[in-house]
């Protein structure tokens, strides 16, 4: 036999009265190891469905030399043994008896730990589960998740005995077709019992339920979850959308502070919240719009582009399950411009950028998206040391910008001696807001490239 081929046998363990079978099929039963294993000897017991795959067993012969001549006929046989067409690889256990025929799971109790083969997380709701569930007796409570497995639930009863009548009528049963969405075919349940006993609900979601408790708070993020998945004309999922941005940085060669980003993305509306951070080695932002529209249209408008020439700080966008971000009013990784407390600006500084005043932009300066056309810019004059808002539809030649007040009256704008995008100066060549399209010319946002400068990068 090739030495790169699974062996069906390990020859250098100790023999043992109980043997050891992989590669079975799933859900394998009792009479199936038996009818294999009875020509040899008498079994006197057996443990089915072992491992994560339970795809192994264990099988007990009541003598030694039994398990011998089992393990030795099909070392020497040209026709392996098979169960439901699968080769089965047979080894020594390095048990001598079974102890336990039962396995956690197959202990019976009030919990049921169910595993929806087939299916991705929001294809099948926490309301079809109670559906299908609650037929068999009164369901107290649900907590849905994702493991290796796949896609699970808890489901707790009153009693161990309606959680077995549950379990003995739809495990390996599949649920209706016309409960689950166009795009799933059919799917399984794999059914067993927990080890719990009472679930700990903390909120009432569409990731968790709890039947019993009718003052248990509602989680305001999580329970717009509960609505299906839109399908869209291809038959794939279409990503649920939100007033809030989720913006992965790429090929980040300069600095994108919170300013940059304010400046980028308040040319499609108000920008209520910023939140900068780092996840998986890489940069990530967080960019919270007052309604959907005006998230879909940034979006759409900037994904794949470029905040600096050259192809640097490259955005790709997606929606967060995020409605409402909780972040400091005022640091170095976050802003939130909804607070009207003029005392934050006045006292707090930014610890990355020398000593300077505040240079963001004001968010009612930005111009606002509406209906199928952007707001026509109203020629006006920028305050000194405040940052210009980009207008996407602006073309070469003189910059148009709107001019309107701060949302703090009285606030004046003392004259900035850093520039308000980095914190280390933009390098020869390169400019910062190179939003380009395809097809469309480099264009400056409010003007042309300048003199001596390279064009804007396209994407």
């Not at 700990?200 to 509960?226: C, M, W």
């Not at 399950?321 to 009207?340: E, G």
Request: net charge neutral; aromatic share 8%.
């Amino acid at each position: 036999m090739s030495s790169s081929s699974q062996p069906q046998f390990r020859y250098t363990q100790t023999p043992s009265k109980v043997l050891h079978l992989r590669n079975l099929p799933w859900e394998c039963i009792e009479e199936e190891l038996v009818e294999l294993c009875k020509p040899f000897g008498k079994i006197v017991n057996t443990k089915c469905n072992v491992g994560a795959n339970r795809n192994q067993a264990f099988v007990e012969f009541a003598d030694l030399n039994q398990a011998i001549s089992m393990v030795s006929y099909y070392a020497s046989s040209s026709e392996p043994a098979q169960v439901r067409g699968k080769t089965v690889y047979i080894q020594y256990s390095n048990r001598h008896e079974i102890v336990n025929n039962k396995s956690p799971g197959d202990v019976p109790g009030n919990v049921l730990l169910v595993t929806i083969e087939g299916v991705e997380a929001g294809d099948v709701s926490i309301d079809v589960i109670h559906l299908v569930f609650s037929a068999f007796g009164f369901v107290h409570k649900i907590a849905t998740f994702e493991k290796a497995a796949g896609f699970q639930a808890l489901i707790q009863f009153t009693d161990a005995e309606t959680a077995s009548s549950a379990r003995n009528a739809l495990d390996g049963r599949s649920i209706p077709r016309y409960l689950l969405p166009e795009h799933v075919g059919s799917c399984h349940l794999r059914i067993s019992y927990s080890a719990h006993t009472d679930l700990n609900i903390k909120f009432q979601s569409h990731r968790s339920r709890d039947y019993t408790n009718p003052y248990l708070p509602v989680n305001p993020t999580a329970i717009e979850g509960v609505m299906q998945p839109t399908i869209g004309p291809d038959g794939k999922k279409k990503e649920l959308e939100s007033n809030v941005l989720l913006a992965s940085i790429e090929n980040m060669q300069y600095a994108v502070t919170v300013d940059v980003l304010n400046t980028v993305f308040s040319a499609f509306g108000t920008v209520q919240k910023v939140a900068i951070f780092e996840k998986n080695g890489g940069t990530q932002a967080l960019i919270q719009y007052p309604d959907i529209t005006t998230a879909a249209v940034a979006k759409e408008s900037l994904e794949g582009h470029c905040i600096y020439d050259g192809g640097y700080c490259k955005l790709h966008l997606s929606y967060s399950r995020h409605t409402d971000l909780n972040v400091k009013a005022y640091s170095d990784k976050s802003r939130d411009y909804t607070v009207q407390d003029q005392t934050l600006l006045a006292t707090q500084q930014i610890p990355s950028v020398p000593t300077a005043p505040s240079v963001w932009q004001s968010h009612q300066a930005a111009p606002m998206y509406s209906g199928s056309e952007y707001a026509t810019a109203v020629p006006g004059q920028v305050p000194p040391g405040q940052v210009p808002s980009w207008n996407p539809s602006a073309q070469a030649g003189p910059a148009a910008y709107v001019s309107a007040s701060g949302p703090f009256p009285g606030q004046t704008y003392p004259q900035s001696p850093v520039s308000g995008y980095a914190t280390a100066p933009t390098p020869t060549g390169s400019s910062p807001l190179s939003l380009t399209q395809p097809g469309v010319p480099p264009v400056r946002p409010g003007g042309a490239s300048p003199p001596g400068h390279p064009p804007y990068y396209v994407r």
